[in-house]
């Protein structure tokens, strides 16, 4: 069975710093995996997706990399800012059947100014 | 920007009564899920669904749950008959592509009583 964990679970850090968020899955067979960002009490909002034959994907700051082997994946946050602070969830998306995505718990981020 | 609405967001029922939670998913997408978070807990998959039936379904999704798109644009969760383990936001999504990135709505938080 296929279990996703995220670490750390929260993190805090200063306005400006760059910073990487960590992913790991236990089972490689996976086709894709996917990053969400979750505001309190809000939605899901997709960061970036990154397949399973891709090392890695970018989106303004944030850079996604992905080392199926080795069942990791990172987000890379640069340049950081107070508005980027939510929790940054997860997810593999499985290739048997239909794709249903296995979420990580997710990790906390709080940007102080 | 297209999105996935929705409704309601918030619901308060008793247990032992149905419910249906209603969304309506981007509308060139073929491809829909219902997922679900406990407070405190992942993100967890329920169901997928496709050319009107459904692809796949999780352990949690029993006889009390059922899918349904009554016509183009929604796509319901109907739980027949709810348990205060049922308490939890509920979550739809979308995909283009069975494999693509999937999209979230808001959610509907869900409390029974």
């Known amino acids: 069975k296929q279990e996703v964990t995220q670490i750390p679970a929260a993190l805090s850090v200063p306005e400006g710093e760059n910073l990487v968020l960590n992913c790991s899955f236990t089972?490689?067979?996976?086709?894709?995996l996917q990053w969400f960002r979750q505001d309190p009490g809000k939605g899901l909002t997709s960061l970036l997706l990154?397949?399973?034959?891709?090392r890695e994907q970018t989106s303004g700051r944030l850079n996604a990399s992905l080392d199926k082997s080795s069942g990791r994946s990172t987000l890379y946050i640069a340049a950081s800012q107070p508005g980027d602070s939510a929790t940054y969830l997860c997810?593999?998306?499985?290739?048997?059947?239909?794709?249903?995505?296995?979420f990580g718990q997710g990790t906390r981020l709080t940007i102080n100014p | 920007e297209p999105e996935v609405t929705q409704t309601p967001s918030h619901q308060v029922t008793q247990m032992g009564q149905e419910v249906i939670l209603r969304c309506v998913p981007i509308?060139?997408?073929?491809?829909f899920y219902w997922y679900r978070q406990i407070l405190g807990q992942k993100v967890e998959f329920l169901v997928s669904?496709?050319?009107?039936?459904?692809?796949?379904k999780s352990e949690i999704f029993d006889d009390q749950f059922s899918v349904e798109r009554p016509d183009g644009s929604n796509f319901t969760l109907k739980i027949r008959s709810t348990k205060l383990e049922d308490s939890a936001m509920y979550f739809c999504?979308?995909?283009?592509?069975?494999?693509?990135?999937?999209?979230f709505g808001p959610g509907t938080r869900l409390l029974v009583l």
């Open positions: 990154i397949q399973s034959s891709q």
């Open positions: 089972d490689s067979a996976i086709y894709n």
């Open positions: 669904f496709y050319n009107n039936e459904i692809s796949e």
């Open positions: 509308s060139n997408h073929l491809y």
């Open positions: 999504a979308s995909s283009e592509q069975g494999f693509g990135t999937q999209y």
């Open positions: 997810a593999v998306g499985l290739i048997q059947g239909a794709q249903k995505l296995v």
